[in-house]
């Protein structure tokens, strides 16, 4: 599980990570101030995030940084504090926070926490069968309508994301990022190549030593041998020897 520390005192989450990386969890970030955090979310998505309360350097307040993940994000929060306050539970509400730990946290309850607190939030995310939904895709002037079943792959263009569809040459420019967009492209035939590219594996036609093909689509991708490896093992690959 990849995770988003946001907690201001450095022994805390220095602590916090080496006990979620001993058990074999990743620290995406430790942040302690609000802009931090969207530097954090504007170039890869955590599987969870934990939120102190009250961050003391920061102008805002852990509460309010939650709202506004939860508002843009489907990332469940598991909130830290130093007391057990019952205005402050009151206050986090609309957040749906998953979990509620207490400092000083015991390692143990750290790890068993975050991680049943993640699992109940993949378990409580309602999704269409196939996840067939359509998408309305916000673009130019407006929302376009786009069966996700066609699309070919999204390459990030900054803060934003160019939508390649199938049996169409140029792409759809649509203004929220590749992170925000893979949220809502669930099912398995979509993988995460890099950080700037999500392919749809249902469309790719040929895979060569730097490069790949997408089906319908002339222009190759390029692709690093280590990100080729990778790829090969989501595949069923038939082997020569």
């Known amino acids: 599980m990849t995770i988003l520390i946001i907690e201001d005192e450095a022994i805390t989450a220095m602590a916090m990570q080496e006990t979620l990386e001993a058990a074999g969890h990743s620290v995406l970030a430790v942040a302690r101030t609000y802009e931090q955090v969207q530097d954090v979310l504007q170039k890869q998505l955590p599987d969870l995030a934990i939120v102190d309360i009250h961050l ?67 378990q409580g995310r309602v999704r269409r069968p196939d996840s067939e939904l359509p998408l309305m895709l916000p673009v130019v002037k407006g929302y376009r309508k786009i069966d996700p079943g066609r699309i070919l792959y999204v390459m990030a263009a900054g803060a934003h994301a160019n939508v390649y569809v199938h049996d169409q040459e140029k792409p759809y420019f649509t203004s929220i990022s590749l992170g925000r967009l893979e949220q809502y492209l669930t099912t398995p035939n979509f993988y995460r190549l890099s950080r700037s590219l999500l392919i749809n594996l249902d469309y790719l036609e040929r895979l060569e030593q730097h490069h790949l093909y997408m089906a319908t689509h002339a222009k190759p991708l390029d692709i690093s041998e280590a990100k080729r490896q990778e790829l090969l093992r989501q595949m069923t690959v038939v082997r020569t020897k």
């Open 56 to 122: 003391g350097r920061s102008t805002t307040d852990g509460i309010t940084i939650a709202r506004e993940i939860t508002t843009h994000y489907l990332i469940p929060i598991v909130y830290l504090t130093a007391h057990s306050e019952p205005q402050a539970y009151q206050a986090t509400k609309d957040t749906n926070p998953a979990a509620y730990l207490l400092k000083p946290f015991d390692p143990t309850e750290l790890v068993t926490q975050i991680e049943a607190a993640y699992e109940r939030f993949q």
